[in-house]
């Protein structure tokens, strides 16, 4: 069976921590499952401040793109290419988010739009895989790149999109969401709804799960409304024997691997952005194995929670080290409804690991 998908992978480079500081995008059109057509810009972000975090991340820099067109200058070409295709991002709240974010800061309609998350629809094709990051998921899939340019990147996420139609066996992206019981975003002027799994009810502490769905947030108001270049087709039998091979690799992994192997500065740029654990006072108990404490309280910051020293009437989320740990401390409390308790790869699966 061929996946005969039809989609347009995009993918955003921010300059800082704003939502609306693309410095660079880039368009990948996929039809009857074959790339065909691609596109990047560079953008002069407005206001033109870039953070060295982000720097380091991407590498584009103010001279690189001083003399660009802005955002709104862009959009023109930007919407046309897109046209009114079904988007695809990795960690599409984040690219979305830009998306509109760009287009309030220009003063431009939000059109309707119609996307869908490659990491959710990993998440439910792989459900034995550990890590769903755009690297690693590329580097089990044999899918060659240069991370963090978003040309490679919209590639990527394309070719992820491709072989989990392909180890689903679908025939179209309407297909492969039915099959995963996924339930497509949707976002306009009236705001923003996530893509997210179908019938996902809310787990009770004792059975709760780290593959959620991932959060909706509303937004605000603000834009409307395809250049050729010929891609080598997608190696559909690569991909399959990739995929085999990892599958049986799975069960060996072990999220606790190595600190290098996460991308922290990237981790950090996207929580900040999609604010997961917004409304959160965390408390970590015990000494966390994969990152380190002083790390886990970066991105809890980031991600928008308040981090406590110790547990107490407030404290609404806690993290579980695996060592040292005063169990009876947490276990008085685990009666409390409205206190979390997550492992440690359940607090990085929150925030988008």
């Known amino acids: 069976m061929t996946f005969l998908a039809n989609f347009t992978a995009i993918d955003f480079e921010t300059a800082n921590r704003r939502r609306d500081s693309a410095c660079q995008l880039a368009a990948v059109v996929v039809r009857d499952g074959q790339m065909v057509r691609e596109k990047m810009w560079m953008i002069r972000p407005d206001p033109f401040f870039f953070s060295p975090g982000n720097i380091r991340i991407h590498g584009i820099s103010p001279a690189d793109v001083q003399h660009e067109p802005t955002f709104g200058e862009l959009w023109g070409e930007i919407a046309a290419f897109l046209a009114d295709d079904c988007l695809i991002a990795h960690n599409a709240p984040f690219d979305i988010g830009v998306l509109i974010g760009c287009l309030q800061r220009h003063q431009?309609?939000?059109?309707?739009?119609?996307?869908?998350c490659t990491r959710l629809i990993a998440r439910q094709t792989w459900p034995d895989r550990r890590r769903f990051g755009l690297k690693p998921l590329s580097d089990w899939l044999g899918v060659e790149f240069k991370h963090h340019d978003a040309l490679e990147d919209s590639r990527a996420c394309a070719k992820v999109l491709l072989a989990a139609g392909i180890a689903r066996a679908a025939e179209s992206i309407e297909d492969l969401e039915q099959k995963l019981r996924i339930e497509r975003g949707k976002a306009g002027p009236w705001g923003v709804s996530h893509a997210s799994k179908k019938g996902n009810p809310r787990k009770s502490a004792s059975k709760r799960k780290t593959d959620k769905g991932l959060p909706k947030r509303t937004l605000r108001r603000g834009?409307?409304?395809?250049?050729?270049?010929?891609?080598?087709?997608?190696?559909?039998?690569?991909?399959?024997g990739e995929s085999q091979a990892g599958y049986a690799d799975a069960t060996t992994r072990s999220l606790t691997s190595t600190e290098s192997a996460i991308d922290l500065q990237r981790l950090s740029i996207r929580a900040e952005f999609i604010q997961p654990l917004r409304g959160k006072q965390i408390v970590f108990v015990g000494r966390l194995q994969v990152i380190?404490?002083?790390?886990?309280?970066?991105?809890?910051?980031?991600?928008g929670g308040v981090h406590q020293v110790d547990i107490d009437a407030s404290t609404n989320?806690?993290?579980?080290?695996?060592?040292?740990?005063?169990?009876?401390?947490?276990?008085?409390?685990?009666?409390?409804?409205?206190?979390?308790?997550?492992?440690?790869?359940?607090?990085?699966?929150?925030i988008g690991l």
């Open 108 to 116: 431009c309609d939000i059109p309707d739009l119609r996307f869908s």
């Open 223 to 240: 834009g409307s409304q395809l250049l050729p270049l010929p891609m080598n087709p997608f190696d559909e039998a690569a991909i399959v």
């Open 292 to 303: 380190s404490n002083e790390q886990a309280i970066d991105l809890a910051r980031r991600s």
């Open 317 to 350: 989320c806690v993290v579980l080290g695996s060592s040292d740990v005063d169990r009876q401390q947490v276990d008085d409390l685990t009666g409390r409804a409205e206190l979390e308790i997550l492992t440690e790869s359940e607090f990085l699966a929150r």
